[in-house]
């Protein structure tokens, strides 16, 4: 069973996904303001550098995004001062500012609407000759646009498909519309962002459980679902005072993904690390001893390592290129059979990603394309205390955790007197600006006493209840 938990609170969303009680993929999206995949807006083209065939554009959020010139986009004409339309392929990332297009394409559950060609074409997984003969001969297409026939097209009648396409093409007029009637770049169209994409991609036939804790997202999630009729969805409004994540336990799941090492049902065990060009996978044998001989273990432990692999390349949203050393197999026999084991974890993956064979060293090499940001790049930050060589969990994102442990704590009766304790790596940053801290775990109404401390562990809060405990701890006051 396929259990979705959707959670918007303090200007983050976030969605994770379950398969018989196991963490699958996990989405978040920050409310920054700034372009997100998906969004189309009326630009600008600011300045254009044949140099590096690339084209700076405004679209009006402060920043300038930059787009790819090249023949199959049909944009190598493009001049300063230009004004089109374009879509977000990739947010921004570091000082690299949002990646744009001018190829344009909405998105349905059945068919995807795009500007850049005016042909029919076919998801791959749809093979059949009959069912594309069909669809082409039946299908009701505005000369100006193209469209592309996607996988769940073919469980629905030519008549929902038709009525999808018309959907789409209204959008896509009152975009143009809009755009024609507006003086400056800005957003045209959200485009549903990452609970659009779930709600089209994620949903299927198989038996799911959606969890939400917002009463806005319940009622456009129920409108959704209710006018679609080949799947099958029991939708439900959490309203525990503890947020969904945590209630459900996913908040430790999350905060799991920071470990380096994943262990194997077979004893054996990979170390995923990030450098600067590239993610490096290393799988061991560990305690693996089910084999009888090294021929054995190595291939046991192989196959339950890819496996894992893509499970966690999926689950941390990992992208760009990944470099896997498997252990030494020199049967060519066994080396297929855990390619066919990795290649099958990204079967269902919307994400494209290409996996080259093994190397002569036993290596495997996977380029994925980036769709958002990875699950590192939410929750943790450089560490000023070790200058720049290690990694600690965002600031931001502690306060946000520390929030939701006053929350558990609260519900149990009203406390007005809070003790924390967080590693002293924060001390700068907290001290630094004590009452933006304050808001931020949402405690303007309690008396706060703060300890740093050394250690693993990055916070503890506890509630003071007895007049002695606050006596004794009354130096580590800092607001109330």
């Keep these: 069973m396929k259990e979705i938990f959707i959670e918007r609170q ?6 994770a996904i379950k398969k018989n009680n196991k963490l699958k993929e996990c989405f978040i999206e920050e409310d920054t303001k700034e372009p997100v995949p998906g969004e189309i807006y009326k630009a600008t083209i600011k300045n254009v550098v044949p140099a590096i065939k690339c084209a700076f554009v405004d679209v009006g959020s402060g920043e300038n995004c930059y787009m790819y010139m090249d023949r199959r986009f049909k944009n190598t004409n493009f001049k300063k001062g230009q004004e089109i339309l374009v879509q977000v392929v990739k947010e921004s990332l570091g000082t690299k500012g949002p990646k744009v297009t001018n190829a344009i394409s909405i998105p349905g559950r059945y068919c995807v609407l795009n500007t850049l060609n005016t042909e029919i074409n076919f998801s791959k997984k749809i093979i059949e000759e009959d069912i594309k003969k069909y669809i082409k001969e039946n299908i009701i297409k505005p000369d100006d646009i193209g469209i592309m026939i996607r996988t769940n097209s073919k469980n629905v009648s030519i008549e929902l498909l ?80 503890r947020e969904l994540f945590d209630f459900y336990g996913i908040e430790k799941e999350i905060l799991k993904l920071r470990n380096t090492k994943v262990q194997l049902n077979c ?10 060009a590239m993610y490096v996978i290393d799988v061991n044998s560990g305690k693996n ?61 919307k994400n494209k990603t290409v996996i080259y064979p093994f190397t002569e060293l036993n290596l495997v090499q996977i380029a994925r ?19 720049g060589k290690g990694e600690r969990l965002k600031l931001s994102y502690l306060s946000f955790l520390i929030n939701n442990e006053i929350k558990k704590v609260n519900k149990q009766k009203s406390i007005k007197h809070i003790y924390i304790e967080i590693n002293e790596v924060y ?28 250690g693993d562990e990055n916070f503890k809060v506890e509630p003071l209840l007895f007049g002695t405990q606050i006596e004794n701890l009354k130096m580590y006051k800092v607001y109330g």
Excluded: W
């Excluded at 303090?10 to 969605?15: D, E, P, S, T």
């Excluded at 009637?181 to 299927?204: F, Q, T």
């Excluded at 940001?373 to 000023?384: H, R, V």
């Excluded at 700068?428 to 600006?433: C, E, F, H, M, V």
């Design 10 to 15: 303090h200007g983050v969303f976030r969605i």
């Design 162 to 241: 038709n009525d999808e396409i018309k959907k789409l093409y209204d959008i896509y007029k009152r975009i143009y519309k809009k755009a024609t009637y507006s003086l400056k770049p800005g957003l045209l169209l959200k485009n549903g962002g990452i609970l659009g994409r779930i709600l089209r991609d994620k949903l299927d036939s198989s038996t799911i459980k959606l969890y939400v804790n917002n009463l806005e997202d319940y009622n456009e999630i129920n409108e959704y679902i209710s006018t679609i009729s080949d799947i099958n969805v029991f939708l439900e409004l959490h309203r525990d005072e």
């Design 267 to 276: 004893g054996g065990y990979i170390i995923i690390e990030k450098t600067e």
């Design 289 to 349: 001893t089910s084999g009888n001989s090294m021929k054995k273990t190595a291939y046991i432990t192989n196959i339950q390592a890819a496996e894992e692999v893509a499970n966690q390349i999926r689950l941390r949203n990992l992208s760009g290129i990944i470099l896997i050393d498997f252990i030494d197999m020199n049967e060519d026999e066994n080396r297929i059979k855990v390619l066919d084991k990795l290649k099958e974890g990204f079967e269902s993956d």
């Design 369 to 387: 394309r980036r769709m958002g940001k990875s699950i590192y790049d939410y929750i943790e930050e450089e560490c000023k205390m070790c200058h």
């Design 427 to 454: 001390k700068n940053d907290i001290k630094g600006d004590i009452l933006n801290f304050i808001k931020d775990i949402n405690a303007l109404d309690k008396c706060v006493y703060l300890n740093f401390v050394t």
